[in-house]
């Protein structure tokens, strides 16, 4: 079968480990022959991301600390340098202190709340803004942005708490950049994943037993597998995908649709 991503090129922010969506993601973009550049946060991850980066074949790597915008100019200047011309830009990256994911949302401080909706929301907005620019022209494709969000953004999720409300924020501002970049044939997207044991769903309270109770509630009664988040990724950044923009794509083995569960009604 032809590689649905031969000859694009593809930007991954979010790969810390092997767990991560985004190196799943990053996996399936290889393997349809996508070219890849991944991004670091800082010192602390570049040798990790450059060794998975090795594994993926990427044939780029860059620092990118979604918070500081000097370090996304730079990125942009060093891709539009060398006459990158990206058609795919993945964002898989949020972050909320961990007391904020344990405590009432009652209890969420402003600097907490304000954290949370830099990193995980804001953050989309800069990283369009900053590669729209580098984006195939409109009749060569354009471009597909797509970021990761999850269910607590439209509906209470224990302990999800101030990434609930960030996640409401990014799945507002798909839809904003959506309007604004479609002229120019860039189209922005996110994945609403299930439940998928990483390093930041670890940093939410009882995450364990959430995933227990998702593989007895959901319609296919089993928790979402990275690699199926990942071939939704892979339709949304190919040409398959041209017609889809502004919208949430639930990759979640149904569990958006429950109300009361069989066992917990009476
Ligand atoms: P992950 O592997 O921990 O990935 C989160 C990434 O965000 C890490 O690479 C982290 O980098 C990065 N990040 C945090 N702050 C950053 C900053 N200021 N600048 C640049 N990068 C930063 O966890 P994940 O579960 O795959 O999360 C990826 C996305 O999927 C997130 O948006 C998450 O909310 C979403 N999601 C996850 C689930 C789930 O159950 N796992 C479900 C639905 C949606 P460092 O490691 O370097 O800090």
Not at 121 to 136: E, G, H
């Amino acid at each position: 079968m032809a590689q649905l991503l031969a000859g694009k090129t593809a930007l991954v922010l979010g790969v810390a480990n092997k767990w991560s969506l985004a190196y799943a993601i990053a996996q399936a973009f290889t393997r349809e022959g996508a070219k890849l550049i991944l991004t670091y946060q800082g010192d602390r991850q570049k040798q990790t991301v450059e060794e998975l980066a090795a594994d993926l074949t990427a044939y780029k790597t860059l620092a990118c600390d979604v918070t500081q915008d000097a370090q996304l100019d730079a990125l942009t200047n060093e891709l539009k340098g060398q006459g990158t011309v990206l058609n795919a830009v993945v964002h898989s990256i949020a972050f909320a202190n961990r007391e904020d994911l344990s405590r009432p949302f009652l209890e969420t401080s402003r600097a907490g709340f304000t954290l949370a909706q830099d990193v995980s929301a804001y953050s989309l907005v800069a990283v369009a803004r900053a590669t729209a620019p580098l984006m195939a022209p409109r009749d060569q494709g354009g471009g597909s942005i797509l970021t990761l969000t999850y269910l607590g953004s439209t509906r209470v999720v224990e302990n999800y708490n101030v990434m609930g409300v960030a996640k409401a924020s990014l799945e507002a501002a798909v839809r904003y950049l959506a309007s604004d970049l479609g002229p120019s044939n860039i189209r922005v997207n996110a994945i609403s994943a299930g439940a998928v044991k990483t390093t930041s769903a670890r940093g939410i309270r009882d995450f364990s037993k959430m995933l227990e109770g998702v593989a007895k509630i959901a319609p296919l009664r089993r928790n979402t597998d990275p690699a199926e988040v990942a071939d939704t990724a892979v339709f949304l950044a190919s040409d398959l995908g041209r017609g889809v923009t502004g919208n949430i794509v639930y990759v979640d083995g149904g569990m958006q649709i429950m109300g009361l569960s069989r066992s917990e009604s009476c």
